[in-house]
């Protein structure tokens, strides 16, 4: 077998993007402020405000699953509950960390085609119930772009949130790839997110390109008015902060978070259509952003893994899955697709 090849594993296998790298540079100068008191962590907090033309009230942590949970912990009591797909990265990925960080809030599952919230069970799941006996619905999570690669289109995210807010839930975007979905949609940040009825979003920033860190963005600024206390609790506070600030201002200046999120879901497309071209491999799902999923024969399987091309087989009953980041290039698209083929 070959050496292990890991640039489609996920697309927290890629390093750190130059831009980023250049921001931690530029930051590593001189005595600062400590904790987010420094001017480059406000200019990167204003920059965000400018990015979703809105007042929001931005956090920096160092994970998705810390952003998740602090951010659904605000939503809610721990007798509340928080529906989500049952392929949330919430509900599958993070080890209880939002039922631990809510004191027990209950994770509700509602399926759904696609990796996609369906509305109707989201509905079942809020009204079925109204006795005290049932942990009451409180927040609907959803995840942009999803854990299959699919992407919600805006009056989709309009939709989930105008019905949980018809029910007086609270709404949360896992935006682990929110870049992506982004640049796939090409539409305005707000728009799919607090002008859709969004109120806290969780802004992927490692996954991107970035080194360590998560930006969570509250568009109901009272739901946030204590988060600063609760990152500091969950020990996610960082004293050095303006090296994850700097990073975030430098991304979100002149499109280069759009030059990367593309970069990875053009890659994305094109390993779809090679894959797919293979006589018995089904792509799975559309390929909207930098995911691929594919049922592979086991030939080919078999010629992949003897190549050494890392994957996961897991997350989607059986399917494989392939992550493109910013650094993957077209060069290794082509010689995964090479090796698939046996050619
Ligand atoms: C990667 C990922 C996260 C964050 O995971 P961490 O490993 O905790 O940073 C959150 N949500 C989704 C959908 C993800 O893919």
Redesign the pocket.
């Known amino acids: 077998m070959s050496e292990l090849k890991y640039h489609f594993a996920s697309d927290?296998t890629a390093g750190v993007c130059p831009e980023a790298w250049a921001a931690l540079e530029e930051a590593n100068t001189d005595f600062l402020p400590s904790y987010g008191d420094d001017a480059v962590t406000k200019k990167a907090c204003d920059a965000f405000r400018d990015f979703f033309e809105t007042d929001c009230d931005v956090y920096f942590v160092f994970?998705?699953?810390a952003a998740?949970s602090l951010a659904l912990a605000s939503l809610c009591q721990s007798y509340h509950s928080i529906i989500c797909h049952e392929r949330a990265?919430v509900e599958t990925d993070e080890c209880g960390a939002p039922e631990f960080f809510s004191n027990g809030s209950k994770l509700l599952i509602a399926r759904g085609a696609n990796g996609k919230l369906d509305l109707d069970q989201v509905r079942h799941l809020i009204t079925h119930r109204h006795d005290m006996h049932y942990p009451k619905p409180m927040g609907l999570t959803l995840?942009q772009s999803t854990?299959l690669g699919t992407v919600y289109q805006p009056t989709e995210i309009q939709a989930a949130c105008a019905l949980a807010k018809e029910f007086g839930l609270h709404t949360h975007m896992?935006g682990?790839?929110f870049a992506n979905a982004l640049a796939a949609l090409d539409c305005k940040a707000a728009d799919i997110t607090w002008r859709a009825g969004l109120d806290v979003l969780c802004f992927g920033g490692?996954?991107l390109g970035m080194a360590v860190t998560?930006a969570v963005v509250f568009f109901d600024r009272e739901l946030g008015r204590e988060f600063a206390y609760r990152c500091k609790q969950a020990g996610q506070l960082c004293s050095k902060m303006r090296f994850i600030s700097a990073q975030w201002l430098r991304i979100l200046t002149d499109g280069v978070w759009r030059k990367h999120a593309a970069h990875a879901n053009r890659m994305a497309a094109m390993l779809a259509a090679g894959l797919g071209a293979i006589p018995n491999v089904k792509v799975l799902y559309s390929v909207d952003a930098n995911a691929v999923f594919c049922m592979l024969p086991p030939e080919v399987e078999n010629r992949l893994q003897k190549a050494g091309w890392k994957h996961y087989n897991f997350i989607a009953g059986g399917g494989s899955r392939f992550m493109c980041s910013w650094k993957v290039s077209e060069g290794d698209v082509k010689a995964l697709i090479a090796d698939a083929k046996g050619s």
Do not use: L, M, V
Request: net charge negative.
């Open positions: 927290n994970n998705g699953t998740n990265h995840s854990e896992d682990a790839r490692t996954k998560e």
